[in-house]
């Protein structure tokens, strides 16, 4: 019998599905590892993993009580780059009362992050999903970097930046007029800015609302997407993402389904695209949690037509095979015209696309599946 | 004010993209629209239009992105245009400057003068404009046309004095975005006094006076003027509409012979709502704004959820 250990949050969403998942091919649940209980040390995989135990790494989700244990860790984490990002001490950090939405030092929260996936890596056997490729896929610019240089279709991006005034350098030399700003280690369009310039205008369309306190620059994360026009406010918001870490890539153009701009999410599993959702947007933000719709995957794929939407799931499956990861989800977007395609977003997690089947499988079902295909697990 | 999303329908039918490869299969039914996509240039995918067999019986055009975002003006596709008027000699429905949110904000579409087309085209019906940036109209003299759409993020006072001394008289159908002057409005209630005051546009049967920063003044304005008992449309909507505005309007019995009224995009209270219900006429007080930001707190989401 499969056995599968799952390290998550409690009571997150991804869990139940996959146990759901698990009910549905009748096998035995899995056992969740809290993250919590994995950074106190209270857990050693190794006393759980057995030779053909599998295991499968969760997106730490929505648990508040795992973002600030990762924060708390990557406080004692050392700056690799000759940078300094923006920290909050344990202290600080016990004593911040909980703000929904409220964006905590992303930087940090890698940091932290790395070093829990360091120590899965250390502990664990076989894996469903690899600590190291999870690594990557958290950091947008290492992710950007390693596409590019393997001569897949994605966006240009521009070095690092460390604030607004930069950014306009490198686009003015660039002749660019309109780039996405992402946090590096953000993922759920958190931090995301989509910003451009005509004249002397300036125009940053964004998932984050500023707010000031106290003298100080507050970053949410919000569904309903803010505009700022006024450009000292969006130097302001620019700078103060920078000290996150940011990414910078040109805001391409989109093809547009019906009356609206579309991009991809597709789940490539086991070397193959699966499962597809159609993200369709009135904004230049497609994310599905942002309350966008899904769009109609039949009248993209005819409009696309069979070669080129072939070449798009070729670029996604090359993707994919750079990762050591079973399964994970790639943003995908056409320019218009459907000729042109590019790679958006590699998401470590990217899976998490409810009533979403393929071959009447929903994504947790066929990853199990292949899992059990490929390796040698449940052998016993 | 953000347009999210292209035109489904024009002038009363649907719309749909130009694609060579299927050629004009309804012309007389749908309004296709021309959208530039990146590879092929605008005027090539207008000549390859032009070379269908069915152009001749096209009753409406739309013209999307012309170029790369925020490119440059359209004066070479609408001298293109004006040239084209012996092949589409049906023509009777054109918009210029289909541009959504994505592709341009709507104050940086260049516009240019395009008049020209109104002269070209003397049976034209149906004419629509997105962007006052650049716009120019001149008072113009047409006797088909029945509506006339100019949607602008901030209208220039100059388009408003154009439209009020226009000779336009199968006018049916005005429609003018008048924006704020964030986005460059400098038209002043006063531009629009003729409307309210003289019997221009003997015809007309749906104003909309829409995405105004001032629609209270402007409903105080209608409430006045006898021009409110020959319209059977008043559309108001996308602006800042208030109790202020809805109660003067309330004020006037001739609101209740309206066979419509449209202020969704408000900031009127329920109760008002309430009151201007109990009018016999169709009224759209869908998207109320008067709430919206309370529920600013819910919107906010946490990091890794997706």
């Not at chain 1, 800015?193 to 005509?198: K, L």
């Not at chain 1, 993402?241 to 789940?267: K, M, N, Y």
């Not at chain 1, 696309?353 to 599946?369: A, K, M």
Request: charged share 20%; aromatic share 6%.
């Amino acid at each position: 019998m499969l056995d599968l250990v799952v390290i998550g949050s409690l009571g997150d969403r991804r869990i139940e599905l996959l146990q759901g998942a698990l009910a549905k091919l009748q096998l035995p649940p899995a056992r969740l590892v809290s993250y919590s209980d994995l950074i106190a040390g209270k857990v050693d995989l190794r006393d759980l993993l057995t030779p053909t135990s599998l295991l499968r790494i969760e997106s730490p989700g929505k648990s508040v009580e795992s973002e600030h244990a990762l924060l708390s860790l990557g406080a004692n984490c050392e700056e690799p780059e000759a940078c300094s990002y923006e920290r909050i001490g344990q202290a600080a950090l016990a004593a911040q009362p909980f703000e929904k939405g409220l964006i905590l030092p992303s930087r940090q929260w890698y940091l932290g992050y790395c070093r829990i996936l360091e120590l899965i890596q250390q502990q664990a056997g076989q894996t469903m999903n690899h600590p190291a490729a999870i690594m990557t896929m958290f950091d947008k610019r290492a992710c950007h970097a390693l596409l590019e240089s393997h001569a897949l279709a994605v966006p240009p991006a521009i070095g690092p930046i460390s604030c607004y005034d930069e950014l306009l350098v490198q686009m003015r030399q660039r002749n660019w007029r309109q780039v996405f700003v992402k946090l590096a280690h953000g993922s759920s369009a958190s931090g995301v800015v989509a910003f451009r310039m005509h004249k002397e205008q300036y125009q940053a369309i964004t998932t984050v609302e500023m707010v000031r306190h106290q003298g100080q620059v507050r970053l949410y994360n919000t569904r309903r997407i803010q505009i700022y026009r006024n450009e000292g406010e969006i130097a302001t918001l620019i700078d103060a993402l920078c000290r996150h870490r940011v990414h910078v890539e040109q805001w391409l153009p989109r093809a547009f389904s019906g009356t609206r701009i579309f991009d991809l999410r597709l789940v490539v599993i086991a070397g193959q695209v699966q499962h597809v959702v159609v993200r369709q947007s009135a904004m230049p933000i497609t994310n599905l949690h942002l309350l966008n719709p899904r769009g109609d995957l039949e009248a993209v794929m005819q409009a696309v037509g069979p070669g080129r939407w072939q070449a798009a799931l070729e670029t996604c499956q090359r993707a994919a095979a750079l990762f050591p990861s079973l399964y994970m989800g790639i943003d995908l977007l056409f320019k218009p015209g459907f000729k042109q395609h590019a790679i958006i977003e590699m998401n470590a997690f990217g899976d998490l696309l409810p009533g979403v089947l393929y071959e009447g499988r929903d994504t947790y079902s066929s990853e199990i599946l292949a899992a059990l295909a490929t390796s040698q697990v449940g052998a016993s | 004010m953000t347009i999210g999303e292209h035109k489904t329908q024009f002038a009363g039918k649907a719309v749909v993209d130009w694609d060579a490869e299927l050629g004009l299969i309804d012309p007389q039914d749908r309004v296709y629209r021309i959208r530039y996509d990146q590879e092929e240039s605008w005027l090539d995918m207008l000549v390859t239009l032009l070379q269908d067999p069915q152009s001749s019986q096209l009753f409406g055009l739309i013209m999307g992105a012309w170029a790369s975002a925020y490119n440059g003006d359209p004066s070479d596709e609408i001298a293109a245009l004006v040239e084209a008027q012996t092949q589409l000699p049906a023509l009777k429905a054109l918009f210029i400057g289909d541009i959504v949110f994505e592709e341009s904000e709507i104050s940086w579409i260049q516009q240019t003068n395009v008049s020209p087309l109104l002269t070209a085209y003397p049976a034209l019906e149906h004419f629509g404009v997105r962007s006052g940036q650049g716009l120019q109209l001149g008072p113009i003299h047409h006797e088909s046309l029945h509506s006339l759409i100019i949607e602008t993020g901030g209208l220039d006072a100059t388009l408003v004095r154009d439209v009020m001394a226009s000779d336009l008289p199968a006018l049916e159908h005005l429609e003018l975005w008048l924006g704020t002057s964030d986005y460059g409005a400098t038209w002043a209630l006063d531009n629009l006094a003729p409307l309210f005051e003289e019997r221009l546009f003997p015809k007309l049967r749906y104003l909309g006076l829409r995405d105004s920063e001032q629609a209270n003044d402007i409903a105080l304005a209608i409430s006045r003027s006898p021009l409110l008992e020959r319209i059977k449309v008043l559309d108001l909507s996308l602006g800042t509409l208030d109790d202020l505005g809805a109660a003067a309007l309330l004020a006037n019995p001739a609101t209740a012979k309206l066979q419509k009224l449209d202020i969704h995009f408000h900031f009127c209270s329920e109760t008002m709502i309430d009151q201007l219900k109990t009018l016999p006429i169709e009224l759209d007080a869908s998207d109320s704004q008067l709430n919206a930001d309370l529920d600013f707190d819910g919107q906010r989401y946490v990091a890794v959820g997706e």
